[in-house]
């Protein structure tokens, strides 16, 4: 797809961890994207072209094929090709074609660590633009949740975004930043 235009999610931990540099508006940065969703995506009948589609708060609806189907990790084609180091759900298969709602988060080290050695691996690095980079301004909360107990989230009475010119993630937000950057094939 010539000039594909996603947005992705980056935690500032994956920048702490020494995988990436910080990010800056205008550069051009190599990475591989990792997908997520709440097991949306449905085989469909028959094939239907590929497309991407934004919707909202970083969501995509979209329809892809499946390139990578193994039993650890699977990945799919929407004109970018991206992974989810996860077990697929039984419908899932290699060469099908499938839609749903995913978010998309820069590889934090899966693919570029030990995926890409995977015998089933498709090529998954692309050179992308960094156009815009947004950060999370909405104050953390404590919350309780089942199983886990007392965390901190979101507020998501506030959940808001301003604009910045580079991600700066040992200070952004304490060291707790979370950025959804505007990227460009």
Same mark, same amino acid.
């Given at each position: 797809?010539?000039?594909?235009?996603?947005?992705?999610n980056?935690?500032s931990?994956?920048?702490?961890?020494?995988?990436?540099?910080?990010?800056?508006? @205008? $550069?051009?940065?190599?990475? *591989? #994207?990792e997908?997520?969703? %709440?097991?949306?995506?449905?085989?469909?009948g028959?094939?239907?072209?590929?497309?991407?589609?934004?919707?909202?708060?970083?969501?995509?609806q979209?329809?892809?094929?499946?390139?990578?189907?193994?039993?650890?990790?699977y990945a799919?084609?929407?004109g970018v090709t991206?992974?989810r180091?996860q077990?697929?759900t039984d419908?899932i298969?290699? @060469? $099908?074609?499938?839609s749903? *709602? #995913?978010a998309?988060g820069? %590889?934090p080290?899966?693919?570029?660590?030990?995926?890409h050695r995977?015998?089933?691996?498709?090529?998954?690095?692309y050179?992308?633009?960094?156009d815009?980079?947004?950060?999370?301004?909405?104050?953390?909360?404590e919350?309780?949740?089942?199983?886990i107990?007392?965390?901190?989230?979101r507020d998501?009475a506030?959940?808001?975004w301003?604009?910045?010119?580079a991600?700066?993630?040992?200070?952004d937000?304490d060291?707790s930043?979370?950025?959804?950057?505007?990227i460009?094939?």
């Amino acid at each position: 797809m010539a000039d594909t235009r996603l947005q992705v999610n980056l935690a500032s931990w994956i920048i702490q961890d020494g995988n990436y540099d910080d990010f800056a508006c @205008g $550069q051009q940065r190599d990475f *591989s #994207i990792e997908f997520w969703h %709440d097991d949306t995506l449905t085989p469909l009948g028959q094939e239907s072209p590929k497309s991407v589609v934004l919707t909202a708060d970083s969501l995509l609806q979209v329809t892809a094929e499946v390139v990578v189907c193994t039993d650890t990790w699977y990945a799919i084609d929407f004109g970018v090709t991206a992974f989810r180091e996860q077990r697929p759900t039984d419908a899932i298969r290699l @060469g $099908q074609t499938v839609s749903g *709602s #995913i978010a998309l988060g820069i %590889d934090p080290f899966f693919y570029m660590e030990y995926l890409h050695r995977d015998a089933a691996a498709v090529p998954m690095i692309y050179s992308w633009r960094i156009d815009r980079i947004q950060m999370q301004t909405a104050p953390f909360i404590e919350s309780t949740q089942k199983g886990i107990g007392k965390v901190l989230v979101r507020d998501p009475a506030q959940i808001g975004w301003k604009d910045i010119r580079a991600t700066e993630a040992w200070t952004d937000d304490d060291g707790s930043a979370e950025y959804l950057l505007d990227i460009l094939l």
